[in-house]
């Protein structure tokens, strides 16, 4: 017997387009080795009977914020609030477990959902928290409700952008070292037991600090699933890399989001001072940055929403293209964020320069359609025409997906049911497809390759399902019936990354 033991997984069924019949797999040095019918199986050091399970390739999480998932988890839940007053005695009732000299950290309050959208004043927050020092983030994380002894002097509160970049560094900034690795673990154990083997941190000035985007990439694989790392910097490509980023990519923001009204917008917003939002990044700053991460050798990206933003950005790749060449920057493999706000002539440029859309369907579930969020920042036409995944999936644009948590929950299923059943229908991709981009769609954002797939020779990265509603086309079945009956959601059993169980229920 070797240091690792060969696994032969018997009676199951097998999400593989290598053999769509097979009811066994045989997994050696974290690989897998042969895929067939369980009759025909060969020797192996341990067998796993399966009892009939579905194995289908690991989600990967490709937008993810580890110790933010983390303190979501274990503090302060905002997402059920529905008005000022809720939400200060819950912030009173969560204060009074908390030490005095602590920070209470609470998520996930969104005030689009409130009958009166005014939220509570820094005052108001620090008499409710028992003067604690306290910050709420609203549910897109790029606003927040802070306290005054927080805030550090004056203020509304509710700090936005560039003031909320300051106040959230030191809210994270009170965490010990062993607190953020715990909050950390926390959110990729959690990742693990949802079938996720992999997931993307997003950091970056403004969002985390190079102290917790080390401690995050440290835990990689170490029991718990891969990290790919994405260092948001302007002109850091080179400070990516010495981090150990894949990328000068992910939270690097060319705007803001669409819930702060900061997304960067061609025309006005619907609601509040009519503005246009925010830009961050010129078209010609968007190429010098592109040009700087081919030359050390690192993926580029920008976190765009609005179609401003995008438009700059994609500016830019067409100015990259002018000094490098067209091929040279479609195989460099570089990314955007979120892409809520895009038409198809933008479309159409995201497939000449190869770029993926990574992107979170659930964003739609929770505030698309005609009566959400969306429609009240941007009108009922523009918010129905948002997140157009169909029409980038159909297009040609490479796709992954991911949650952005703990901006939406981790729920991979969850993540393809809202892409195969958006708010507006036209937007709509099969659950195939929509499994594709939340699987090996984020390999391929990441650029690992041999992985993604059950498949001889494929590395070994999988989990094993209970699918109380059924299988169809290999797939759970996962949208209602005619008669609009859901489904129960599938329900992971174990977790493996490369061979190795990162977690078994």
Not at 20 to 46: E, K, N, Q, Y
Not at 302 to 307: E, K, L, R
Request: overall charge negative.
């Amino acid at each position: 017997m070797t240091d690792h033991p060969s696994v032969l997984y018997t009676s199951g069924r097998f999400y593989s387009a290598a053999d769509p019949r097979a009811t066994a797999m045989l997994v050696r040095d974290g690989r897998i080795a042969w895929l067939g019918d369980s009759a025909d199986a060969p020797a192996a050091d341990r067998r796993v009977d399966l009892d009939g399970a579905l194995v289908t390739p690991a989600f990967v999480d490709a937008h993810l914020h580890a110790t933010d998932t983390g303190l979501a988890f274990d503090g302060l839940d905002l997402s059920a609030v529905r008005s000022p007053a809720e939400l200060l005695a819950r912030v009173a009732e969560f204060a009074a477990t908390r030490p005095a000299d602590g920070v209470v950290h609470g998520h996930g309050w969104d005030e689009s959902t409130w009958a009166d959208q005014t939220p509570p004043t820094a005052a108001q927050l620090e008499v409710a928290s028992g003067g604690r020092r306290t910050y709420l983030s609203q549910a897109s994380v790029h606003s927040a409700l802070v306290s005054t002894s927080l805030l550090g002097g004056a203020g509304s509160g509710w700090v936005k952008e560039h003031d909320h970049h300051v106040v959230r560094a030191v809210a994270l900034g009170a965490l010990t070292a062993r607190q953020r690795t715990a909050a950390q673990r926390t959110a990729l154990s959690r990742a693990a037991s949802m079938g996720i083997a992999a997931v993307h941190e997003c950091a970056g000035p403004g969002t985390s600090s190079e102290e917790d985007f080390r401690s995050a990439l440290a835990l990689s694989g170490q029991g718990l699933p891969r990290v790919f790392g994405y260092w948001g910097e302007l002109g850091g490509a080179e400070r990516a890399r010495d981090l150990g980023a894949v990328g000068a990519a992910g939270d690097l923001y060319a705007d803001g989001a669409l819930g702060s009204r900061t997304a960067s917008l061609r025309h006005p917003y619907h609601d509040g001072d009519r503005g246009v939002g925010e830009a961050f990044v010129t078209a010609d700053q968007a190429a010098e940055h592109l040009l700087d991460c081919m030359r050390v050798g690192v993926q580029g990206g920008f976190h765009a929403i609005g179609d401003a933003a995008i438009e700059a950005v994609l500016d830019g790749f067409a100015i990259a293209a002018k000094t490098v060449g067209v091929d040279d920057l479609r195989a460099a493999g570089h990314r955007i964020e979120h892409v809520e706000l895009i038409d198809k002539p933008m479309i159409a440029r995201m497939v000449e320069f190869g770029v993926t859309a990574s992107v979170q369907p659930v964003f739609d579930a929770l505030w698309g359609g005609t009566g959400r969020m969306y429609a009240q920042r941007l009108g009922v036409q523009r918010a129905l025409a948002s997140n157009p995944i169909g029409a980038m999936h159909a297009i040609g644009v490479p796709l992954a997906f991911g949650s952005d948590s703990p901006v939406t929950a981790l729920d991979p299923w969850a993540v393809v049911v809202a892409a195969a059943a958006p708010r507006n229908p036209v937007h709509r991709i099969s659950v195939r497809s929509a499994f594709a981009a939340s699987t090996r769609g984020g390999w391929r954002a990441a650029r690992a390759e041999g992985v993604g797939v059950l498949a001889p020779g494929a590395e070994a990265t999988f989990a094993v399902w209970e699918t109380p509603g059924g299988v169809q086309g290999g797939l759970p079945v996962l949208l209602p019936d005619v008669e609009g009956v859901v489904p129960p959601r599938p329900v992971c059993r174990r977790t493996v990354l490369a061979g190795e169980t990162i977690f078994e229920s």
